[in-house]
């Protein structure tokens, strides 16, 4: 009994005709999504760089589309059942070279086709237990990290008091330390009251000191006189 050719298999297809790439480029990246579910099938193309992964992604939606729209197969039961790339028409051209000579040009085109089609039972079983697997997977790092903020954020509370407590200890110290100049204070004006006390004690020195040499001269100029 001969296989079933691979442009025959059953399922919804897409096909995009003549695209300016080659059909090596996107068999490589075709490659690696034959077989594959839907959604890791997108996955693996939404990783790649390669300029031709968008477009067998949007030939891959096309294809869903189709599937779900024409032949009413849920998105979530899909498969990659085959793709291949096919070699389109090769445009020729030329580039001037030295010596008046032509190098050829080969501007290549391929079609893409994309076939999608739902899934076994069994391996629609494998898929669903896989799915819930990282759906708990992802709840459970959920609720952990929720818990885990939700403890720090509580350490934060119970250590904001020890924080005012020592902000409260720092203002007493600093109102201690400023009651020995409140108390130097009225020394410093006694001693201001005891330097203006002793200014008027000098001035009467001095004027008593004037008196003195008056009499003195006086004592001088009668003793030349007689």
Do not use: W
Not at 21 to 35: C, D, P, T
Not at 113 to 124: G, K, N, P, S, W
């Amino acid at each position: 009994m001969t296989a079933v050719k691979t442009n025959e298999k059953p399922g919804t297809r897409a096909v995009l005709s003549s695209y300016r790439a080659s059909a090596y480029k996107f068999r490589e990246v075709l490659n690696l999504i034959r077989g594959r579910d839907i959604k890791t099938a997108k996955e693996i193309l939404s990783g790649l760089e390669r300029d031709v992964a968008g477009v067998i992604g949007k030939l891959l939606d096309s294809a869903i589309a189709n599937a779900v729209n024409n032949d009413h197969i849920s998105a979530d039961e899909l498969y990659v059942a085959s793709c291949y790339a096919d070699e389109g028409p090769t445009m020729k051209r030329f580039r001037a070279r030295a010596r008046g000579r032509a190098g050829a040009l080969r501007k290549r085109t391929a079609h893409v086709t994309v076939i999608v089609a739902r899934m076994e039972e069994d391996q629609l079983k494998v898929v669903r237990s896989k799915r819930d697997a990282e759906e708990a997977n992802r709840r459970a790092r959920r609720v952990a990290r929720t818990r885990g903020s939700a403890a720090a954020r509580k350490a934060s509370e119970e250590n904001k008091p020890a924080e005012t407590s020592e902000i409260a200890g720092a203002g007493q110290t600093s109102s201690v330390t400023e009651t020995p100049t409140q108390a130097e204070a009225p020394v410093v004006e006694e001693e201001l009251v005891q330097v203006q006390a002793e200014e008027p004690a000098g001035e009467e020195v001095a004027e008593a000191s004037e008196v003195v040499d008056q009499a003195a001269e006086s004592a001088e100029s009668e003793e030349e006189e007689k």
